[in-house]
């Protein structure tokens, strides 16, 4: 098993340049989580899904999109990126139920915006 | 609004002492998960407490929840190099699968 994965690895962008993030889980996990992870600021939450065809807005939405049409991938679109978009983003997937629900975490994206 | 603070968020240690890392959170949650992280590298997860007074032991990490304090402990016992780390706390508002998580410790072990 793969677990999860994230494509690309590595991205540079200008401000204003849009690009979509592919995550993939091969766990058939039901909930799929979008991070962002900034210097001395821990992990926060872009967006979540808790199944196909669902997605819900979590503690930093705005600039970010997502879609889930089918369970095992989970997308993040920046439509027009702006330098505070800057950082490393991670996936994860989760079974969904309580009571343990342990996330498991992709390699991360870094992403640079000039 | 539940916040989780993690303290020390910086710790220098020499091999083969002992310490803690304490993670406070501020509102009701029965259930609190810590992860590791190595510079530029993902998340693992480490423990996952699931009840008040759960308490889980790997290797040198000894990890321990209380509910009622709203507090969780990662003790590190006669640590080695290999421990360099941070180390996050995630906790869930109750009811709820979301994570909220702390700033993390960044613990560097020397010879």
């Known amino acids: 098993n793969a677990g999860v994965t994230q494509t690309p690895k590595f991205r540079v962008l200008k401000t204003g340049q849009s690009m979509t993030l592919l995550c993939a889980q091969d766990?058939?996990?039901?909930?799929m989580y979008w991070y962002r992870q900034d210097p001395g600021m821990g992990l926060r939450l872009i967006h979540y899904s808790v199944g196909e065809g669902t997605t819900a807005k979590g503690e930093v939405p705005d600039g970010y999109n997502v879609s889930r049409l089918k369970k095992q991938n989970f997308l993040l679109g920046l439509e027009s990126a702006a330098p505070s978009q800057t950082s490393v983003y991670f996936c994860?997937?989760?079974?969904?139920?309580?009571?343990?629900?342990?996330?498991?975490f992709g390699p991360g994206t870094r992403l640079t915006v000039l | 609004e539940l916040k989780v603070e993690q303290n020390p968020l910086f710790l220098s240690m020499q091999e083969g002492k002992n310490y803690t890392i304490y993670c406070n959170y501020s509102t009701t949650s029965d259930r609190l998960y810590w992860y590791r992280q190595d510079p530029g590298k993902s998340l693992e997860s480490l423990f996952v407490?699931?009840?008040n007074g759960a308490v889980k032991q790997e290797g040198r990490l000894m990890a321990s929840l209380d509910t009622k304090a709203r507090l969780s402990t990662l003790h590190i016992t006669a640590a080695v190099h290999d421990l360099s780390a941070t180390y996050f706390c995630?906790?869930?508002?109750?009811?709820?699968?979301?994570?909220?998580w702390g700033a993390g410790t960044k613990l560097i072990i020397k010879p």
């Open positions: 994860a997937s989760s079974q969904g139920q309580i009571p343990s629900n342990e996330q498991f």
């Open positions: 407490l699931l009840s």
């Open positions: 995630a906790v869930p508002p109750r009811g709820n699968y979301q994570l909220i």
């Open positions: 766990m058939n996990h039901e909930y």
